[in-house]
T-cell receptor, first 114, second 110 residues
């Protein structure tokens, strides 16, 4: 069964606008974490943001925020004020404390238009 | 700070050849991981090692073996490479749930 689902293979956004990248997950573990990673064309994996399943508030890191809706099992990434350098692949990932490993979604390719 | 170091960065093999991908971390992390990334796809877990002396299969372990040589090093071995193993391989390490990744090894099997 797919544990992490990213339904948007590709997205466009205009520079300086906000964009939301979708992620839904499936787990029966009460203790888990959700991550977003950025992979630019150079190929490295860059950690962006983390949300724990018990965190009461949505995580924020600069222009990145995670819209965590636990009942809906979604963990969408919001990028505000998009920049050209935001063009990259974005991966949602889930950590389950019971399995002690990180599982990735298939990714969303974001292209920021000038 | 070196972080997670993978060698080699690029490798071309012929079908049936063997090779070992090396990974070392200098962050004193307990856990280490090997992932593969095929074009247009996310990372899939091959093997992981939650602590020194232990290894476990991930999502796609077939055709691979691993060795956790010590706390710093975690190697991935392809005994008889196949074209289906053409991929980018990432090593990662963690103390808890946050993983730190190496820069990847691009492997082509002809």
């Amino acid at each position: 069964a797919q544990k992490i689902t990213q339904t948007q293979p590709g997205m466009f956004v205009q520079e300086k606008e906000a964009v939301t990248l979708d992620c839904t997950y499936d787990t029966s573990d009460p203790s888990y974490g959700l991550f977003w990673y950025k992979q630019p064309s150079s190929g490295e994996m860059i950690f962006l943001i983390y949300q724990g399943s018990y965190d009461q508030q949505n995580a924020t890191e600069g222009r990145y925020s995670l819209n965590f809706q636990k009942a809906r099992k979604s963990a969408n990434l919001v990028i505000s004020a998009s920049q050209l350098g935001d063009s990259a692949m974005y991966f949602c990932a889930m950590w389950e404390d019971s399995s002690y490993k990180l599982i990735f979604g298939s990714g969303t390719r974001l292209l920021v238009r000038p | 700070n070196a972080g997670v170091t993978q060698t080699p960065k690029f490798q071309v093999l012929k079908t049936g050849q063997s090779m070992t991908l090396q990974c070392a971390q200098d962050m004193n992390h307990n856990s280490m991981y090997w992932y593969r990334q095929d074009p247009g796809m996310g990372l899939r877990l091959i093997y992981y090692s939650a602590s020194e002396g232990t290894t476990d299969k991930g999502e796609v372990p077939n055709g691979y073996n691993v060795s956790r040589l010590n706390k710093r090093e975690f190697s991935l071995r392809l005994e008889s490479a196949a074209p289906s193993q053409t991929s980018v391989y990432f090593c990662a390490s963690s103390r808890n749930e946050k993983l730190f990744f190496g820069s990847g090894t691009q492997l082509s099997v002809l």
